[in-house]
T-cell receptor
Framework: ETGVTQSPTHLIKTRGQQVTLRCSSQ?????VSWYQQALGQGPQFIFQ???????GRGNFPPRFSGLQFPNYSSELNVNALELDDSALYLC??????????FGSGTRLTVV | QQQVKQSPQSLIVQKGGISIINCAYE??????FPWYQQFPGKGPALLIA?????SEKKEGRFTISFNKSAKQFSLHIMDSQPGDSATYFC??????????????FGKGTKLSVKP
């Protein structure tokens, strides 16, 4: 059984650019959530996808958007990057909306 | 805004001792309270979880105590080992409002277990 895999592991972008982060959910998991974890903080919920539809959103602006594909993999897109977007972005998947398995994350640095 | 407050921010325990981390929440509409363990450079890993109809759950050296009336829950790590050194997060899962799966995390406790 494979876990949640995220790519890339590290990324450096310039302010104003756009970025796409990718996530492959754990086998058998149909729900994917994305979290932003700033240094020294707990993860903060960005949004959740279930059956290719957004199924809940946290307090993040519309420039944070996502997709879920028929194989349950997912993308997080961030437009017009700001310095404060620098963080660890975590993808988590679940089959029952409770037991979430997290990936190791993508470390995004905006300069 | 729903919040989960976690304490202490950091904790140093001797090998073999008991580590205790506390969390409190401000909203009753939560139905699931997991604890996550995170090592540097890794994502959080589910350690143990409890539902509000249970007052205690034990798995190996890890125990969650849950006090529904006080809106508090805690993690106890018995016989703490250096390998337990990590950051621990409590979390709560909202029951309603299209936010299922929106885990609300505490700010974390950095545990160091000294040999």
């Amino acid at each position: 059984e494979t876990g949640v895999t995220q790519s890339p592991t590290h990324l450096i972008k310039t302010r104003g650019q756009q970025v796409t982060l990718r996530c492959s959910s754990q086998s058998g998991h149909n729900t994917v959530s994305w979290y932003q974890q700033a240094l020294g903080q707990g993860p903060q919920f960005i949004f959740q996808y279930y059956r290719e539809e957004e199924n809940g959103r946290g307090n993040f602006p519309p420039r944070f958007s996502g997709l879920q594909f028929p194989n349950y993999s997912s993308e997080l897109n961030v437009n017009a990057l700001e310095l404060d977007d620098s963080a660890l972005y975590l993808c988590a998947s679940s089959s029952d909306n409770y037991g979430y398995t997290f990936g190791s994350g993508t470390r995004l640095t905006v300069v | 805004q729903q919040q989960v407050k976690q304490s202490p921010q950091s904790l140093i325990v001797q090998k073999g001792g008991i580590s205790i981390i506390n969390c409190a929440y401000e909203n009753t509409a939560f139905d699931y309270f997991p604890w996550y363990q995170q090592f540097p450079g890794k994502g959080p890993a589910l350690l143990i979880a409890i539902r509000p109809d249970v007052s205690e759950k034990k798995e190996g050296r890890f125990t969650i105590s849950f006090n529904k009336s006080a809106k508090q829950f805690s993690l106890h790590i018995m016989d703490s080992q250096p390998g337990d050194s990590a950051t621990y997060f409590c979390a709560a899962n909202p029951l309603y409002g299209g936010s299922q799966g929106n885990l609300i995390f505490g700010k974390g406790t950095k545990l160091s277990v000294k040999p």
